[in-house]
């Protein structure tokens, strides 16, 4: 093995209960004010308020930012980061899933850094270390709370951009599981196939390591074996909780090994017709990996595996078959829709979805290169 890096934020608090040892921990980082990002839902349910109250008991003021839209645009970050220097303020805290974390990431990178948030499209494009950025997080799930990946709508050429960069790492990030029991059916069940297409994507990545793929295979069991549940039951509690580690090893891995073109291609979907983006994922996995197959039936056969199919006997071809079949039920069984016509996406679009698709940071690592006419035929299989 030659020699390899990964990365996490310092300090990852895990766990019920966990949000009062954070907001201790947040305490001795010195701040004073911060800007809170978040989304109105979120203010709407009282959650907001109970955080900044706790915040404010720790000596942390706050100044709430409650626009952040579900595909964070480029005027998000505008508006968040003029606020924040209207009102002084010396952090960043994020509360929510992977919208208001990445419109965070943004913000503290842009008001660090200065320029335009486009400026850092791209792997490690920052001089600097974003202001001090706290994550908590309330989906399970995005994994943003602990990862370099920021993505933000840039509404101007409809497509998302990837900003891939050290520099966006969270200080610290919160998963407190009690905070996601609230999470509606449809959201669990999209960021939870999100959260699947981070560990496969991960795992057959070109750029994966023994660390990313451990991360990888034990979140691919935790996510099979507990989403159906997580989706139909809830308040169990267990089944938020390993939803919760299941999704946050899905980010250790997918932070370090990248991802493939389920992203790239999910990324386009997102920018183009505003769809979210865990449904984006799942409808487009079985296809991706069904690509992909050819170069890596050996490690879907393993994901498989990780899905609790008894693989013996079968060779690697068959294994990545089941793997894709069991993908594909697990989508089915939690409600996702079957295909990407339901979601009101055209034909028409797939030349420059495809074209956009192959620009996407994300498309590098996936285990074989597609021509354009590839991408559009796996565009084409999902319809
Ligand atoms: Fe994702």
């Not at 974390?101 to 494009?125: M, P, Q, R, T």
Request: aromatic share 4%; charged share 20%.
């Amino acid at each position: 093995m030659t020699a390899y890096r990964f990365y996490m934020p310092a300090l990852n608090h895990m766990g019920a209960g966990c949000l009062d040892e954070a907001i201790t921990d947040i305490k001795t980082l010195g701040l004073e004010k911060a800007l809170l990002v978040t989304d109105k839902v979120l203010v709407d349910i009282g959650l907001v308020s109970s955080v900044t109250e706790k915040l404010g008991g720790a000596g942390i003021s706050c100044e709430v930012f409650d626009e952040t839209k579900p595909n964070p645009t480029v005027k998000n970050v505008e508006d968040g980061l003029k606020q924040l220097q209207s009102a002084s303020c010396d952090c960043v805290i994020s509360l929510g899933g992977g919208s208001p974390h990445d419109c965070a990431k943004g913000i503290a990178l842009v008001a660090s850094n200065g320029g335009a948030i486009k400026d850092y499209e791209g792997v490690d494009k920052s001089a600097k270390p974003q202001l001090t950025l706290v994550c908590i997080n309330t989906t399970a799930g995005t994994a943003s709370e602990i990862t370099r990946f920021c993505i933000i709508t840039d509404e101007a050429r409809h497509i998302k951009m990837a900003i891939v960069d050290k520099n966006t790492t969270p200080t610290m990030s919160v998963n407190d599981p009690s905070l996601m029991q609230g999470m509606p059916k449809s959201l669990t069940a999209a960021t939870g196939m999100d959260a699947l297409t981070h560990a496969v994507e991960a795992y057959v990545s070109t750029a994966d390591t023994p660390v990313t793929d451990a991360c990888a295979l034990q979140a691919i069991e935790l996510i099979s074996t507990w989403l159906r549940t997580a989706v139909f039951d809830g308040d169990n509690m267990e089944a938020r909780d390993q939803m919760a580690y299941g999704q946050l090893l899905a980010g250790m891995a997918f932070n370090s090994a990248s991802l493939g073109y389920v992203h790239a291609m999910a990324h386009q979907l997102g920018g183009f017709y505003d769809l979210p983006h865990g449904v984006c994922n799942a409808v487009l996995l079985p296809h991706v990996e069904a690509f992909n197959s050819r170069a890596c039936p050996e490690k879907l056969a393993r994901v498989a595996a990780a899905m609790g199919v008894d693989i013996s006997g079968l060779t690697d071809r068959e294994g990545a078959e089941r793997a894709l079949e069991e993908i594909q039920c697990l989508s089915w069984d939690i409600g996702i829709p079957e295909g990407l016509e339901i979601l009101g996406v055209k034909k028409d679009d797939f030349g420059i979805l495809a074209d956009n698709a192959l620009n996407d940071a994300c498309g590098l690592t996936n285990p074989i290169q597609a021509t354009k006419d590839e991408i559009i035929e796996i565009f084409d299989a999902a319809f």
